[in-house]
């Protein structure tokens, strides 16, 4: 680390905040990614925001994305961050760990999401989609149809089925309510074992899912069901590295947290760009019927160019984490500016995905950047990270994708999804993406 030149860092303190926060017009209280860019563009690629014993210190564009990720001279805590947001609610979960834990761990985790295991997820993926689509069939044109949480339900029960290894039933959605209040706990302000709080219901639902779970353990120790528990279970590396129960149960807890609403997120605003944009919705069509398959499996899920082109493009739009927290285990330099120990530094990779410096006409829904011949997300190494990077980077990214393109490529063979000319999906943006109306689609079978 260098201390020769040190710029000063603009500073807005807690009352801008404040106003920023309360007082702004609607849109900007709620659009996180306007707030970012005004920062950047008044301020610059560093800006700290000042509010009493907290620094926080926006970082802005792939080269912070870089620095921070890459974390070459390990500066960098996920674990104090995360910790602070979830760490009650999912302790000891992958992003909770730093340094040489987080290695030790990683690599066993690793090993449920090698190619062999994924190809088996994607065969009971395709066969729940399946039997989800026809139920939709029959609901399609007689309600309006809620994507939002139709992806929410499926991607609950698949979690229980892939991941679990659970059949559909009564315990499949008493484990689901319970999952979604140990995620509403997480996210929840006041937090407060108080009963009738969310956060009291979050530390309950903890201690269900821990005792449903460790039930399950010894079954799945001695089984060899293809289900990702089971996995963890028998997971052990070439130094004969394995988990014990209480690991597998943290891991998996969190795991399930991770994989949820990130992909319900892809799926809806994946589907909103669909139908807003029927011209691709078309061209993927194409594609998919081309494949003379109604399934996808992993082998072939790179063939369907024009989906993959919409898939990055809706994560450069929609990133569903829009912004990762780090916290500087010493002062660092960045950019001329030296940055204290003990700061918490986010990057805004929303931001990032923005700028015009990066992308062309970046506010257009325009998948093609992404084709061999202009490659847009190649002009950085980190000007694209819905998945984050580095040692952290998502375990599950492999995992995302063939969930999302298999719904989609089983969806689009057999509806045609619509919205009207004017409608504007109102995005969420924080802490996940979503939309806030629960996307009204219609669904018109083909
Ligand atoms: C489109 C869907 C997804 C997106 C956009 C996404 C995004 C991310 C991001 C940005 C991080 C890094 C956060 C940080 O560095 O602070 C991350 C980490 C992680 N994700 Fe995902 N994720 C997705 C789906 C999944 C799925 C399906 C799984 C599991 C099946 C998963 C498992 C994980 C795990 C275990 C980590 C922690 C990795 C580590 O700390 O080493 N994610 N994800």
């Known amino acids: 680390m260098t201390h020769a030149s040190k710029k000063p860092i603009p500073k807005i303190g807690l009352l801008e905040v404040l106003r920023r926060t309360l007082f702004a017009g609607h849109n900007e209280r709620v659009d996180m990614l306007a707030g970012l860019s005004r920062m950047h563009d008044e301020q610059g690629p560093v800006?700290?925001?000042?509010?009493?014993?907290?620094?926080?210190?926006?970082?802005?564009?792939?080269?912070?994305?870089?620095?921070?990720?890459?974390?070459?001279?390990?500066?960098?805590?996920?674990?104090?961050?995360?910790?602070?947001?979830?760490?009650?609610?999912?302790?000891?979960?992958?992003?909770?760990?730093?340094?040489?834990?987080?290695?030790?761990?990683?690599?066993?985790?690793?090993?449920?999401?090698?190619?062999?295991?994924?190809?088996?997820?994607?065969?009971?993926?395709?066969?729940?989609?399946?039997?989800?689509?026809?139920?939709?069939?029959?609901?399609?044109?007689?309600?309006?149809?809620?994507?939002?949480?139709?992806?929410?339900?499926?991607?609950?029960?698949?979690?229980?089925?892939?991941?679990?290894?659970?059949?559909?039933?009564?315990?499949?959605?008493?484990?689901?309510?319970?999952?979604?209040?140990?995620?509403?706990?997480?996210?929840?302000?006041?937090?407060?074992?108080?009963?009738?709080?969310?956060?009291?219901?979050?530390?309950?639902?903890?201690?269900?899912?821990?005792?449903?779970?460790?039930?399950?353990?010894?079954?799945?120790?001695?089984?060899?069901?293809?289900?990702?528990?089971?996995?963890?279970?028998?997971?052990?590396?070439?130094?004969?590295?394995?988990?014990?129960?209480?690991?597998?149960?943290?891991?998996?807890?969190?795991?399930?947290?991770?994989?949820?609403?990130?992909?319900?997120?892809?799926?809806?605003?994946?589907?909103?760009?669909?139908?807003?944009?029927?011209?691709w919705q078309e061209r993927a069509r194409e594609e998919s019927l081309a494949l003379h398959s109604e399934g996808l499996g992993l082998d072939e899920m790179d063939r369907l160019e024009s989906l993959t082109w919409v898939m990055k493009e809706t994560l450069r739009r929609y990133p569903p984490l829009p912004i990762i927290p780090r916290v500087a285990t010493e002062a660092f330099e960045f950019d001329g500016y030296e940055i204290p120990e003990g700061a918490m530094v986010v990057l805004s990779p929303i931001h990032t995905h923005h700028m015009d410096a990066w992308w062309d006409d970046p506010w257009r829904f325009d998948p093609e950047r992404f084709s061999p011949s202009r490659a847009e997300d190649e002009r950085h190494s980190h000007s694209w990270v819905p998945f984050g990077g580095g040692a952290h980077m998502c375990l599950g990214f492999r995992f995302a994708e063939l969930q999302v393109k298999v719904m989609m490529h089983q969806l689009l063979q057999r509806f045609r999804v619509r919205v009207p000319d004017d409608y504007v999906m109102p995005v969420q943006q924080a802490p996940i993406s979503k939309p806030r109306d629960g996307l009204p689609i219609e669904l018109l079978p083909l």
Request: contains cysteine.
């Open 47 to 279: 800006v700290m925001q000042d509010v009493g014993i907290m620094k926080m210190i926006n970082l802005f564009g792939p080269d912070a994305n870089r620095h921070v990720l890459l974390d070459r001279e390990r500066t960098f805590s996920a674990r104090r961050p995360w910790m602070q947001i979830m760490g009650r609610i999912f302790p000891n979960g992958l992003l909770l760990q730093d340094g040489a834990v987080h290695k030790h761990h990683r690599k066993i985790m690793h090993i449920p999401f090698k190619r062999p295991a994924l190809r088996e997820y994607g065969d009971r993926m395709n066969d729940m989609i399946d039997e989800r689509l026809t139920a939709w069939g029959q609901a399609a044109g007689k309600t309006q149809f809620l994507a939002f949480p139709a992806y929410k339900e499926l991607t609950l029960d698949m979690a229980a089925s892939i991941f679990l290894g659970i059949d559909l039933g009564s315990t499949t959605r008493e484990l689901n309510r319970v999952f979604e209040d140990l995620v509403a706990a997480s996210m929840s302000r006041v937090r407060l074992p108080i009963p009738g709080l969310e956060f009291h219901r979050g530390l309950k639902g903890r201690q269900f899912m821990l005792d449903f779970l460790g039930d399950l353990i010894p079954k799945k120790r001695a089984g060899d069901g293809p289900d990702m528990l089971t996995r963890l279970c028998h997971a052990e590396t070439e130094e004969g590295e394995r988990f014990s129960d209480q690991e597998i149960l943290d891991h998996m807890i969190f795991l399930m947290m991770a994989a949820h609403d990130t992909t319900t997120s892809t799926l809806s605003s994946m589907t909103y760009e669909l139908a807003k944009n029927p011209a």
